[in-house]
């Protein structure tokens, strides 16, 4: 499962996705996630789920322009399987409705309970398959510049932009290392005797304790040899700090946020003036 997490991991391509600023990508990303949360709750007839047609049209057009493989975005929802499966199975048991498709003894489940409990579900789905596509397609360090250079007006308030912008990224950098790092620290315990896997929930989850110890450490020691290694390099924050690329706007940049404010567009027309 450790290695099915896509987030914070960067697929270096050259593609029409990766070549936008990571400005207008990371604003794209705040309103995709907002234009997820408009589009209509599915309690009602089927019609209601064109809005959720145009966002997976979208994602897999967005998918096709910055040629990230289908089976990568998949990938990194399989560790959520367990949290979209709860979704669905709480709001289908405990949503009500007028529609009955199956009543017996305490169970009751209705067709608005079912479209309400798929339409929560691929809203889930979305949100991790849209924000994947931002650390899939913008490298780190672009990342980073991005941030900061959004968070740049509050610099008159003397908020820390660079230095929130430097945090978020070795926050997000150092997932997969993480990651990676608990894979040999169990691969290890595992070749002298230890067991992950079988028993309850409650002994799964103490076998899982003599595994902190180890990466506590090792994130520890990780830690103070970037702190070193900033230091080395005379690294005192963002004052006076040059790039070598500078971000620029371009015509690709104007041209994806015509498209996300049409998709806006469409889902807000179509949650308030088609019929359900």
Known sequence: MLNNVTLGQYYPVDSPIHRLDPRVKLVLTIAFIVSVFLVKDASFPISSFIGYALLLGFIILAARLSRVPFKLLLKGLKPLRLIILITFILNLFFTGGSVVWVEFWIIRITREAFLQALCYSLRLVFLVSGTSLLTLTTSPIALADGIELLLTP????????????????????????????????????????????????????????????????????RAGDLAMAMESRCYHGGEGRTRLRVLKITRGDLLACGVVAVLIALIVVEGRFLPY
């Open 154 to 221: 509050l610099k008159k308030l003397r908020f820390p932009a660079h230095e929130l912008a430097m945090m978020m990224t070795i926050a997000l950098r150092f997932i997969p290392t993480l990651l990676e790092e608990t894979d040999k620290i169990m691969k290890a315990q595992m070749a002298r005797g230890a067991d992950f896997e079988s028993g309850n929930l409650i002994s799964r989850a103490r076998s899982m304790v003599p595994l902190l110890v180890p990466l506590f450490v090792s994130a520890f020691r």
